[in-house]
């Protein structure tokens, strides 16, 4: 696994997981939400982003966090080895993205210039993430089948399941299309 995609919900902890991955096997991580925002939530001309990832994604090895599923998965999942997608429960991710808006701290996730508020667009922002598995996620889903089907999927609901993961990964020696490390701890 030298170039892994993790999808998921606001919240659900895929910046997290991007930055051990990229510890554990040291990988670089790409935010892309470092990449697309603009100082005080501005968005950037598409192509303007898209060449920003296209940059970031050249290397031979990575971890990628983001969803951006139209915007971007023409250029990252041709290269992807492995998709990691965060089935998190709803509630922990609104939980999540309620407190870490509370505390209003700088997350190294985010564009400089971009700090979570509680505001009107903050609860436009939670609707999402509490409608993401039925509103959206069946869309970003249907993307990766179209342009990525042959690249395993590991799916990962919670904490015990990403904490088994990661301790398989250290242990095994190579993912492979047919069964990936978590496969045995799924739903």
């Not at 400089?112 to 509680?118: D, F, V």
Request: charged share 30%.
């Amino acid at each position: 696994m030298q170039r892994i995609v993790i999808l998921g919900n606001a919240g659900s902890g895929k910046s997290t997981l991007a930055r051990t991955l990229g510890r554990r096997l040291n990988l670089p991580v790409v935010h892309l939400d470092t990449l697309f925002w603009e100082p005080g939530w501005v968005e950037p001309d598409a192509e303007q982003f898209r060449t920003r990832v296209r940059e970031a994604i050249k290397a031979d090895s990575w971890v990628c966090e983001g969803n951006y599923a139209r915007r971007t998965f023409d250029l990252r999942l041709p290269r992807a080895d492995l998709i990691i997608w965060l089935d998190t429960p709803r509630l922990t991710c609104f939980a999540r993205v309620i407190r870490r808006s509370i505390m209003n701290r700088p997350r190294p996730d985010l564009a400089t210039g971009c700090r979570e508020k509680i505001d009107r667009k903050f609860l436009t922002f939670l609707k999402f993430v509490w409608t993401f598995d039925r509103d959206y996620r069946p869309g970003i889903d249907n993307v990766r089948q179209s342009i990525g089907p042959d690249i395993p999927v590991v799916r990962l609901r919670g904490k015990r399941q990403v904490s088994t993961f990661l301790d398989r990964l250290c242990t095994t020696p190579q993912v492979s299309q047919k069964q990936t490390p978590a496969q045995n701890t799924q739903r």
